[in-house]
């Protein structure tokens, strides 16, 4: 047994012939996730895992070494899972691993991949849909809210799993020397407000004049219109700043912005914005493209981006109206 289920865990589905499925499944991808823990433990010991391959991954994206060997693990895994296809940030298309399965999953491998040497956390997020009828697009190709599990794991001080079934939000820590992952927080919550955001402000003459105006007013602390002096923490990798409001509270911001490309933000909404909108939703926050409810939004292409803002729920409807 590689993680120690919590006795609610995935108890709440609508089917609950999903549950072996789900709990199989679940077990594939935390059995992938020691495996690449363990890679990114080892960092410059065994060198190159940050180097480019010189290639790309499917949109557009310059490939890491462990950004491929994190793809793998994971493909190798659910082959002995109960996983019809599996999408992935770093294939053009759709892998068929076991057609008669009930279930699929969609990730990004290895999120943060610019940070592989530099020591900070990184992760894989996941989103697992019941398998859908018809070509393989269909199980895919559906709003977020269709998701049955979705989370993201994190290799850092501590290699942790975040996720949800739709009823709450889970914590797992995997412990060192039994190699499980242990249930560590049973009910994740966030915090409702908090005077803190993440935004990459380099880009800052690039966004759009509503952003602009939120992030100035942030800015001007006690005596602006927010009346709060705001603090500002930015990672870059998305794991690690989804981590951070979901222990600290405030807001995350990858809005689109006038660069050629840039236009719908850089996250893509099948892999990175619906699994951790789940979350964050099931945690008490909310996440939006700026005005809409992610996991509302429909999807029509498999890597299609998305702007981006979530965190607590008093921040994230500031930026709504602005």
């Known amino acids: 047994m590689t993680i120690q289920f919590s006795s609610q865990f995935a108890y709440k589905l609508t089917d609950p012939r999903q549950q072996p499925a789900i709990r199989a499944t679940m077990s594939a991808l935390c059995d992938a996730a020691k495996e690449i823990s363990a890679l990114c433990a080892q960092g410059p010991l065994i060198g190159g895992l940050g180097a480019t391959t010189g290639a790309e991954n499917a949109d557009g994206d310059s490939q890491k070494a462990l950004d491929v060997q994190s793809d793998e693990i994971i ?16 294939e053009e298309g759709i892998n068929t691993l076991n057609p008669d399965a009930p279930l699929c999953v969609a990730a990004d491998p290895l999120d943060g991949s ?7 956390s990184i992760g894989t997020i996941f ?9 393989a697009e269909n199980s895919f190709f559906r709003s977020g809210d269709e998701q049955l599990v979705g989370g993201f794991f994190v290799y850092g001080p501590q290699t942790t799993l975040i996720v949800t079934c739709g009823d709450g939000v889970e914590l797992y820590v995997l412990e060192p020397e039994s190699k499980q992952f242990v249930l560590a927080i049973a009910n994740l919550y966030l915090t409702e407000s908090r005077a803190e955001y993440g935004i990459n402000s380099a880009n800052a003459r690039h966004w759009q004049t ?11 602390g006690e005596n602006g219109p927010l009346g709060e002096n705001y603090n500002m923490r930015w990672v870059g990798s998305l794991v690690a700043d989804a981590s951070r409001i979901l222990s600290r509270g405030g807001i995350f911001l990858y809005p689109g912005d006038n660069r050629p490309g840039y236009e719908k933000g850089r996250l893509r909404q099948l892999y990175e914005a619906n699994p951790v ?4 939703e099931q945690a008490g926050g909310s996440a939006t493209d700026g005005k809409t409810r992610i996991l509302e939004l429909p999807l029509n292409e498999l890597h299609q981006r998305v702007p981006f803002v979530f965190g607590s729920k008093k921040q994230v409807e500031l930026v709504s109206n602005y």
């Open 114 to 120: 610019s940070n592989i040497d530099t020591n900070v």
């Open 127 to 135: 989103s697992i849909f019941p398998t859908a009828p018809g070509p």
């Open 277 to 280: 909108s789940f979350v964050i």
């Open 75 to 90: 493909i190798e895994r659910l082959r002995q899972a109960p996983v019809a296809y599996y999408a992935s940030e770093e």
């Open 210 to 220: 509503s952003i602009q105006t939120f992030i100035n007013d942030c800015l001007t």
